[in-house]
């Protein structure tokens, strides 16, 4: 399983397709699927192919490979600046909750 740089980033309730730009390969899919039917799609759906995250963010690890699921709060949610921003307020929630240490 070949490993994207970087974690993969997508906003949340959009679909994260195999073989999108981004990296996300067959084997990412399968390891989705398999996380997919242990919290029986609490966090995402699986579709043919492809993955939808719903209205969660956080992070999800699976394999070597890490996803982070951003908010989506604007209508600029697909730009490089908008992705770097609302990375930035994952990474305060995420804190604020005590989940993690930056």
């Not at 993969?8 to 990296?23: C, M, N, P, Y």
């Not at 390969?25 to 997919?36: I, N, P, Q, R, W």
Request: with cysteine.
């Amino acid at each position: 399983m070949s490993n994207p740089k970087g974690p993969i980033q997508v906003f949340e309730h959009h679909w994260l397709r195999v073989d999108d730009a981004i990296g996300f390969t067959e084997s990412h899919f399968d390891a989705l699927v398999k996380y997919g039917d242990q919290t029986k799609e609490k966090y995402f759906t699986v579709g043919h192919q492809r993955v939808k995250f719903g209205q969660n963010v956080g992070v999800i690890q699976v394999k070597n490979f890490t996803i982070e699921i951003l908010p989506k709060a604007d209508r600029s949610a697909g730009d490089e600046a908008s992705k770097a921003k609302w990375r930035d307020a994952l990474l305060t929630i995420l804190q604020e909750c005590k989940l993690i240490k930056i």
